[in-house]
């Protein structure tokens, strides 16, 4: 099996951890999966083979950029995902 990942994987991660860990309800384990799936389906793909490879190429002006557009993706998915739950849909 090939070793690659999407870098974005673990920025929407680590970001929907920090929100899950500062919110003072809860988040269901499905609303942050779904928040996860639509937010990266709505980044585009950067495959790595490591990510302290990619990491260490990048100046901090593009680490903040990637950081940005995840928040970006991240709130846009919320804003879905409350709207549609996906709880409600009986699936």
């Known amino acids: 099996m ?3 990942s999407n870098y974005y994987e ?3 991660i680590d970001q929907l951890a920090h929100l899950a860990e500062s919110e003072e309800e809860p988040l269901s384990q499905t609303f942050l999966e ?3 799936c639509l937010a990266l389906n709505s980044l585009p793909p950067c495959y790595v083979r490591h990510l302290v490879d990619k990491s260490a190429s990048m100046s901090e002006h593009d680490h903040e950029h990637m950081r940005a557009t995840v928040e970006k993706a991240i709130k846009r998915a919320m804003v879905q995902v409350r709207l549609r ?6 699936a």
């Open 2 to 4: 090939l070793d690659v």
């Open 10 to 12: 673990q920025l929407v």
């Open 34 to 36: 779904d928040v996860a």
């Open 85 to 90: 739950p996906h709880e409600g849909r009986g």
